[in-house]
């Protein structure tokens, strides 16, 4: 009589050593491949506050006013997929209540574009694809994926160089806990323009080659730990002229202590970070670390089953032999 295992103990069975490859494949094949920089990105950021610009229609600084930073980003889909790396377009404007709505780019209180080109994996900088300006550092936009908390080097467009922002404990942002980090960027000269002399206190001069001028206040990134994604930023800009070679202020362009992430920005960033933040954390921890628990389950009880089952085969194969003459 030819033994026979019951279905049962068959598809437990099956069952279990599926889940027990499944969880390490989720683990090392799966979710490395979801943890990419996205490409079809498509975001708009805006800061808030008060400070002090150079109103050009009145030819004077002006102080205590609202001021708004837009930053508009939009993916590069083609020549991200082409180079196989994150291109991102990235358009910034600094406004004045009188120069908004934002979109208006051409009487803003400042304006740069820029094309950003990183790897999808590290989040390094990749020189390539009419990349500009050349940039450097570990976090821009967002930071790498899994942030630990130690000091970064942030690069800051404005200042043209890196930064050092260190790691500050944690902050909860619309309820949402990232970690945060802060730094100030001390005053640099960062390039000259062609100003009349008597903005720079030489008033015999009709033109000189005035000196700008950067600083900041503080700035404070919190940062969820998983994505990388920034979830709230406040920074403190100050830009100013000098005469050629002066040590001191001349005209104040812009200056604000805090600038903000608006609370939509932040609900908005945060719900972002939340929904990626969440399915990496179910492709990485919580559905392979059930699919390794539950498979153990099952094969242990298919196992169990199966043996059982050509346990009692033999009791009855042998309680039905005839007896020996």
Known sequence: ?????SPLSLTLLGTGVFLLVLAPLLVWYVQPRAKVTPVDVDTVTVFTGTGSYFDTRR????TGRPLTITRQVRGDVADSVRSGRAVWDVSTSVDADHTLPAAATHDSLQWTLERWVTDRRTNEPVHCCQETPTFDGEAYLKFPFDVEKRSYRW?????GDTVTLR???TKKIQGYEGIRFTGTVAPAKTGTRMVPGRLVGQPNRPQVLAEEWYSNHGIELVVDRRTGRIVNAVTGPRKVLRGPGSAKDAVVLL??????FTPATQRAQVALASADSRRLRLLGETVPLGAAVL???LTVGGTVLLARGGRRGRARRDHGAAPAK
């Not at 030819?59 to 002006?62: F, S």
């Not at 200056?255 to 903000?260: A, N, Y």
């Open 167 to 169: 790691f500050d404990g």
């Open 1 to 5: 009589m030819r033994r026979t295992a």
């Open 295 to 297: 498979g153990t389950l």
């Open 59 to 62: 030819i004077e600084t002006v």
């Open 155 to 159: 690069w800051d467009g404005t200042l």
């Open 255 to 260: 200056d604000s202590r805090r600038m903000e």
